[in-house]
């Protein structure tokens, strides 16, 4: 008796023998058809990454929705890899960007070093496996330039999880993956936006510390300005003019509280928003008005004006 997966072999055989001596090959038996596959969607073309959700979702018999593949599509865009061109010796140093994902390799037997910013403090690390990571923190360093570093060590390949840090700066969001013998020595970030915040500070304090007008004698200025009006604690000092520019300057505190718009005051006493500089404590206007006021308030508004005189009426209020 054959059995059945011989059975096409013997037939053929039996084919060939009983065939008629013509030169011609008989016809094999006809291949058997499988059956067709099922269609799997293309989860690969969706998101090649993270490597973990797509096999999850591959070993599923139902489709992922609309909504994960959203999700797997949205995580693999924001997730940022390590790069040769990103490495200063042996740390993978990553721009930080509020939202990203970043990518964290680690093996068994070696740990990784998450470096966070100087003087950043720790507030919390949350992770995802607990049970197969070890992730622990320490810190370097004293005073400002005290730092703390998050270190994760994983107890075999193929895992992968996630880390929340969370400082009193910012949160950090890291999908960490092991492999057999590949890891990171050690990573940390560049603050793009607390370099330019610093680089506007300079920028800012250096303005404050230059003089509010430059090349103008004594001689050139002009104080035939009154005062008055309410006596908030942002009132104005003084006001003077070099003949090109009105200058109106104000307390020291004026930088530290909120600053009163300045409105041109016209001859039928309608009020027009005007065009000024903040330079420390004064304004600077780029005209010379002959009346103006300084309002600031909803329910309960303050209001100060300030009108040019002329100067002879100056000197006698002086004197």
Do not use: C
């Not at 990553?94 to 910013?117: C, K, M, N, W």
């Amino acid at each position: 008796m054959i059995r059945p997966v011989l059975a096409p072999l013997a037939l053929a055989s039996l084919l060939a023998l009983v065939a008629p001596a013509t030169g011609q090959t008989p016809p094999g038996p006809a291949r058997p058809q499988l059956p067709a596959k099922s269609a799997q969607p293309n989860i690969r073309a969706v998101a090649p990454r993270p490597r973990a959700y797509v096999r999850h979702l591959r070993a599923r018999r139902r489709p992922p929705s609309p909504a994960e593949k959203g999700v797997v599509t949205a995580t693999w865009a924001a997730t940022r890899e390590p790069v040769a061109a990103g490495f200063v010796d042996a740390v993978q140093v990553y721009p930080f960007t509020e939202g990203s994902l970043y990518q964290v390799y680690a093996a068994p037997e070696r740990v990784t070093d998450i470096a966070l910013q100087p003087g950043e403090a720790l507030i919390a690390v949350a992770a995802g496996d607990t049970a197969r990571w070890i992730i622990g923190d320490t810190t370097s360093g004293s005073g400002a330039d005290k730092r703390t570093h998050v270190l994760v060590k994983p107890f075999a390949a193929g895992l992968a999880t996630n880390v929340v840090i969370t400082t009193d700066r910012r949160s950090y969001h890291l999908a960490l993956a092991s492999t057999s013998t590949t890891a990171m020595v050690a990573l940390s970030w560049s603050y793009p936006q607390d370099t330019l915040i610093a680089l506007k500070r300079a920028a800012e304090e250096r303005e404050a510390a230059a003089p509010v007008a430059t090349g103008i004698g004594p001689d050139q200025l002009h104080f035939n300005y009154a005062i008055s009006g309410d006596r908030p604690a942002w009132r104005p000092l003084r006001a003077f003019d070099d003949g090109r520019q009105t200058y109106v300057e104000f307390p020291a505190s004026l930088v530290v509280g909120e600053a009163p718009p300045l409105f041109l005051i016209g001859r039928s006493g309608e009020a027009q928003l005007m065009n000024y500089r903040l330079r420390g404590r004064f304004y600077v206007v780029d005209r010379i008005f002959d009346l103006a006021e300084l309002r600031l308030g909803l329910k309960r508004q303050d209001a100060v004006r300030i009108a040019r005189i002329d100067e002879m009426q100056a000197k006698r209020r002086k004197s």
